[in-house]
């Protein structure tokens, strides 16, 4: 690693440590690193992982936490602080900041965050909107499967859906796997219809955008999408703004044309929907992960939030995401943009 890499990685409490000099202890017992030797040196040659720093690296982001921000109400373990230095490559001031907005996102959106158990979107799960394939693609990442066609609005409004994302998405990622590769979502617009585009608004995007990229700990490699109608002009068009250069060049947008997506997922990881060899697409098996997951859930979303009012005046929310930001967001302006692509 190069001086200046090596430079990011300080903090108050391992400035004085060289790359020469040992950890400052060994890691305790509550952790214990499930990576494979093969992701072990992914992780040091992409995210700046060093097995043996581990402990410092970890330490010193806690440190930080305790001393810049007290009232932050965040879990401290090791395995949960790993989650944000691997999701910033080990930059404890990125670190720090993405997971002071990861607080921030989930106070901020109460309707999507609160009571956020399996057992409370069983109609969302139930529909098929949203499932992760059973097979890695060739660099590892879980594959994020979205169905917007499955949505009925009439049933329920579409923050269960961002509800059912997210929860999804926690647990993901407390795989150290995950952690290391990231995911890759693909999504499937066969059949939205412009009434239904329209839920989709300037605000929610914003919102959802900046979850995303800048309030959650998580790696996306790639945005497949497919049978995307014309509309998606308009639907892409509310989303683009809002994203960063980096994330705009993960989209792929492959029509109907599967051989193109064959060229980045191959057939025999998808399903057959998808001219894929892996079978009928099945809901069932990640539906009876998430349930199974219940008392997590329970525990982290669903206890009373003391008052904490501090945190937030403390911290701008990520961009994006902020209550204050005055959004057009009715249908009709929703509407007026999606009808300039036909």
């Not at 790993?82 to 993405?98: E, S």
């Not at 109609?123 to 499955?150: E, N, Q």
Request: aromatic share 8%; charged share 25%; glycine share 4%.
């Amino acid at each position: 690693m190069s001086e200046e890499s090596d430079s990011l990685r300080t903090s108050p409490s391992a400035a004085s440590l060289s790359e020469n000099e040992l950890p400052l202890a060994p890691e305790p017992p509550g952790y214990v690193c499930s990576l494979t030797e093969e992701l072990v040196t992914k992780a040091r040659e992409e995210l700046q992982e060093k097995p043996e720093w581990r402990l410092r690296d970890v330490q010193a982001l806690r440190d930080m936490v305790r001393k810049e921000r007290p009232n932050l109400g965040t879990a401290l373990d090791d395995a949960f602080l790993l989650r944000f230095l691997r999701a910033r490559k080990f930059d404890y001031d990125r670190a720090l900041q993405l997971l002071v907005n990861y607080h921030s996102c989930r106070r901020s959106w109460p309707e999507v965050f609160t009571n956020l158990k399996p057992s409370a979107l069983k109609d969302v799960l139930a529909s098929g909107f949203l499932t992760v394939l059973p097979h890695t693609d060739p660099r590892g990442c879980h594959i994020l499967c979205i169905r917007p066609d499955r949505w009925i609005p009439s049933n329920y409004p579409i923050t269960e859906n961002i509800r059912a994302i997210y929860l999804t998405l926690e647990k993901l990622i407390q795989s150290e796997e995950t952690q290391v590769n990231g995911i890759v979502i693909l999504a499937d617009y066969k059949g939205v219809s412009l009434s239904k585009a329209s839920h989709f608004g300037p605000f929610i995007a914003k919102k959802v955008i900046g979850i995303l990229q800048d309030g959650f700990p998580i790696r996306i490699k790639a945005v497949h999408v497919v049978n995307e109608p014309r509309i998606f002009k308009g639907i892409f068009a509310i989303i683009k703004p809002f994203l960063k250069e980096k994330i705009a060049n993960r989209f792929f947008l492959h029509g109907s044309d599967l051989n193109s997506l064959h060229t980045n997922l191959p057939r025999s990881i998808l399903p057959k929907e998808y001219g894929g060899t892996a079978g009928d697409l099945d809901i069932t098996a990640w539906n009876e992960v998430l349930l199974a997951s219940e008392e997590d859930f329970v525990r982290e979303f669903c206890q009373p939030v003391p008052a904490c009012d501090s945190i937030l005046s403390q911290t701008l929310p990520p961009e994006g995401l902020s209550s204050d930001v005055q959004c057009d967001d009715s249908v009709r302006a929703v509407k007026s943009q999606l009808y300039s692509c036909y």
